[in-house]
């Protein structure tokens, strides 16, 4: 059995009740290892349970990535790429694995988008529906372009995932993209957006985007942007989505360092404290 405190911990509480009860130490014995093997079968189910809910959680988030990768009609290396780091981060190179064969077989399928958000609506919180969307604007722009197309898949997940669309076109300033209403033919130009994602966007789109961030416009006052920042940062501040686990973690330090640069960029133009 391998060492851990609160197998004993269990046990010695187990002794201690059956000394009380039956009065014996022959009856205290029995008791603690019953209650210690009923422990265990509890933990042991407890586990099974939550990697069955970890693995289903994975499918209906590869279902959306799938859906998202295929809306402009175009399927790309890099969308697969991220699609693979995110679920090797979540489960391991193996299970990764073979969440990769489940995608290329959901690509080539229907995605009923409908039905896997009202699952997730079911299963998921409301934080964690934010992040799978964060995950699912990043496979849409990871090629430095978003296609009209993609846009309104993302906009009716959002809206399906019951996220306003204040907070989706927030969560979307945190990108920079090329926006098209459909792919060119000119390859040359594709691989220059796709260079140019890289690129620090213009400060005057960087202004813009930090004013989207905080979800307001630049007609708002100085107090309206200060407790704007507040309110988001209490809701994106890494430490609330610690209960989530590891797999969050990223993207939510990601996603409030965003917030914190959008709110000093907004400051320094101001020039508020």
């Avoid at 799938?66 to 697969?80: F, H, M």
Wanted: charged share 25%.
């Amino acid at each position: 059995m391998k060492k851990n405190p609160a197998i004993w911990i269990v046990a010695l509480v187990s002794i201690i009740s059956g000394v009380l009860i039956f009065r014996s130490f022959t009856g205290a014995l029995v008791t603690g290892v019953l209650g210690t093997l009923f422990w265990i079968g509890q933990s042991k189910e407890s586990k099974k349970v939550k990697t069955h809910k970890n693995k289903r959680d994975g499918n209906l988030t590869l279902l959306l990535a799938a859906a998202v990768i295929k809306a402009d009609g175009r399927i790309y290396q890099k969308e697969r790429d991220l699609v693979r780091r995110k679920f090797e981060h979540d489960f391991g190179k193996v299970e990764a694995h073979q969440y990769m064969q489940k995608l290329e077989t959901c690509l080539n399928q229907k995605v009923q988008v409908n039905a896997v958000c009202h699952h997730i609506n079911l299963e998921f919180l409301p934080s964690e529906k934010i992040q799978i969307l964060h995950f699912l604007i990043g496979i849409a722009v990871s090629t430095g372009v978003l296609v009209e197309s993609e846009h309104l898949l993302l906009q009716k997940i959002a809206n399906r995932l019951e996220i306003g669309n204040v907070t989706y076109q927030s969560m979307l300033a945190m990108f920079n993209y090329s926006y098209q209403q459909q792919h060119t033919n000119d390859s040359k130009k594709e691989q220059k957006q796709e260079y140019n994602y890289h690129a620090k966007p213009s400060p005057s789109r960087a202004l813009d985007n930090a004013y989207k961030i905080l979800e307001h416009t630049s007609v708002a006052t100085n107090e309206e942007i200060k407790k704007a920042y507040r309110r988001l940062a209490k809701i994106h501040h890494p430490d609330r989505s610690i209960h989530l686990g590891e797999k969050f973690q990223h993207v939510a330090k990601e996603k409030f360092q965003k917030l914190q640069e959008a709110y000093d960029l907004i400051k320094s133009k101001r020039g508020f404290k």
